[in-house]
């Protein structure tokens, strides 16, 4: 069941509500520059295993509103906010992959967690996802400035190229259609800003302030999200489990769906 909520003026952020009479909810973030139809082969399997799953659309993403501003972590946590209030949700666990998941890292320090029971945070972007004089992992920032130019130049280009780097195992070519125009969705504007944002903002202190049980999926492979920023993640988040995957990229919740599913439903009927 798809709707929308209202987050601001002229700002209405789309949802994915699938099994909503299901006992345990989650709440998908995806990753730059999709949309909540990243996780379709979670949403194929997990209600079926009575989970309550909710997807949501970055703004600028997918079906959401497209505004020109607004696409600061502050913000982006402030809307992920809002859908949790309109729906009413508690004791739900907040799933993001890439970007995703450092929007929702800082969810959990914005708004302390709100409704918040489990963390599963998935080849997520965060603390930081470029190298910095304090930080020597991820990637160089002349990477994300060149990603930029080419969004703002030819960004069908960029987003193919992008997408031949994000999963490990061999995908199809109708499927690497399909992930392509799933980023042709986004606006171009909004491509852009999300790149400048990896570069501006930092997520230490939240990240460090995280005190749910939290699940940290990452493939050994990722070429986007290197592995090393899961494991500074396992060490800043107290109460966390890394669960890395051998055969996976950035990808993981498709290069490795089956394992994917099976360790994310198990986190969140807290028997792992």
């Known amino acids: 069941m798809g709707y929308y909520v209202n987050v601001s003026k002229d700002v209405n952020i789309y949802v994915e509500d699938l099994n909503p009479e299901g006992q345990k909810a989650i709440l998908f973030l995806h990753g730059w520059p999709g949309s909540h139809k990243l996780f379709e082969y979670q949403f194929n399997k997990l209600p079926q295993l009575g989970f309550r799953c909710i997807g949501i659309d970055t703004r600028g993403f997918g079906d959401s509103s497209k505004p020109f501003f607004g696409y600061d972590y502050n913000t982006l946590a402030d809307d992920v906010r809002c859908v949790v209030e309109a729906l009413g949700l508690r004791d739900f666990t907040l799933a993001g992959h890439s970007t995703g998941g450092a929007i929702a890292v800082k969810y959990m320090g914005r708004h302390r967690g709100y409704g918040v029971s489990r963390l599963v945070l998935i080849a997520a972007a ?20 060149q990603m930029i130019e080419d969004t703002y130049n030819d960004r ?28 042709l969705q986004a606006a171009g504007w909004a491509t852009a800003s999300i790149a400048k944002t990896w570069i501006n903002e930092v997520l230490f202190s939240e990240t460090e302030s995280i005190h749910v049980p939290t699940l940290i999926m990452h493939g050994i492979h990722d070429r986007i999200v290197p592995f090393n920023i899961a494991e500074v993640q396992h060490r800043l988040i107290a109460n966390s489990v890394l669960v890395p995957f051998e055969f996976s990229g950035h990808g993981v919740f498709y290069d490795q769906k089956d394992e994917f599913n099976e360790v994310l439903a198990k ?6």
């Open 126 to 145: 965060a603390p930081s996802l470029i190298r910095r004089p304090n930080f020597p992992y991820g990637i160089d920032k002349e990477k994300v400035l």
């Open 267 to 272: 986190f969140v009927a807290n028997k792992l």
């Open 156 to 183: 069908p280009m960029m987003l193919r190229n992008f997408g031949d780097n994000f999963f490990y195992r061999h995908i199809s070519q109708p499927f690497s259609d399909w992930f392509f125009q799933l980023g």
